[in-house]
């Protein structure tokens, strides 16, 4: 089933790679929404609903991990799976993203396996 | 993989770190790019008027930075976006500037206790060579060179502490 996403990272480019990964994981994708950091993702939210967060940490303004925290509080994103996908690659952060909502964890660089071999299982639990 | 502090009394020039520098440089191109880098046969030097800095600040400190040609650059900005070289156009500085990040990120993953205990600024790019970088420290940087089809990549790491 096509699904919507939203890649949040401050890099152009590698929001690039990030939609072009998920559609070599087979994931068909009706609508693509991109946002360089959270405070942008937030607002992307409050009028588009989405079934799939990728979200970098390090960015400017509002970080991954800030933006994360408040996503219990917007409608739009109750119940959607966060994965992140981040240079920062600490057990520390690993687990700080977990206890902040976050449902996967990729660390770049990476390869468009491991984002079908992260992203395809949270889909699955969340259908 | 030892610690940092093991790293550092292990090798206090820490020329340990260069093969590591250069596994987390070839992972990035090999994984994101899709292409294997080699080794250059010659010292020659070329024009490197893109660089690309990342700042290391916490545990590590100093500067990481990956210098090329513009046409690896381009080069690098095509692979990454999918695109011809002829189609790139603004996103290069954007794309070498998230190499560089991902090397230096990498680089840290690599050494226990450095991921968690290190942060990376933003990357910085500068157009042009007719520059000189000084740094807070006497120590030469460690350094890796390669090549990105068949254009040189200089990788160097300065460490300030």
């Known amino acids: 089933m096509p699904i919507r996403a939203l890649i949040v990272d401050d890099s152009s480019v590698m929001r690039k790679i990030v939609e072009r990964s998920l559609a070599q994981a087979g994931i068909v994708l009706s609508q693509v929404f991109q946002a360089g950091n959270g405070v942008e993702a937030l607002a992307l939210l409050k009028d588009n609903p989405v079934d799939l967060i990728l979200c970098d940490i390090n960015m400017p303004v509002m970080d991954g991990l800030e933006f994360i925290k408040k996503l219990p509080g917007v409608e739009n994103a109750k119940g959607v799976p966060v994965v992140m996908i981040t240079t920062e690659g600490s057990e520390a952060h690993v687990v700080q993203a977990l206890s902040c909502g976050a449902r996967g ?18 889909l699955a639990r969340k259908s | 993989m030892k610690s940092v502090s093991e790293m550092l009394a292990a090798n206090s020039s820490q020329e340990n770190w260069i093969p590591l520098l250069e596994v987390a440089t070839r992972e990035v191109f090999e994984r994101m790019l899709g292409c294997q880098l080699s080794v250059p046969a010659g010292t020659e030097e070329t024009c490197l008027d893109v660089t690309a800095m990342v700042g290391l600040a916490g545990q590590l400190c100093g500067v990481l930075s990956v210098r090329c040609e513009a046409k690896a650059a381009a080069l690098m900005a095509s692979r990454m976006l999918g695109v011809a070289l002829d189609k790139v156009g603004p996103e290069v500085s954007d794309a070498i500037g998230e190499v560089c990040n991902m090397v230096a990120g990498n680089f840290k993953n690599k050494i226990a206790g450095l991921a968690e205990g290190c942060m990376l600024s933003p990357p910085t790019v500068i157009t042009g060579s007719d520059y000189v970088m000084r740094s807070q420290t006497d120590s030469p940087p460690l350094e890796v060179r390669l ?13 300030h502490s």
């Open chain 2, 147 to 159: 090549l990105f089809e068949g254009l040189l990549l200089v990788i160097s790491l300065q460490v």
């Open chain 1, 105 to 122: 964890y990729i660390r770049k660089p990476f390869t468009p396996e491991q984002v079908k071999e992260h992203v395809l299982p949270v």
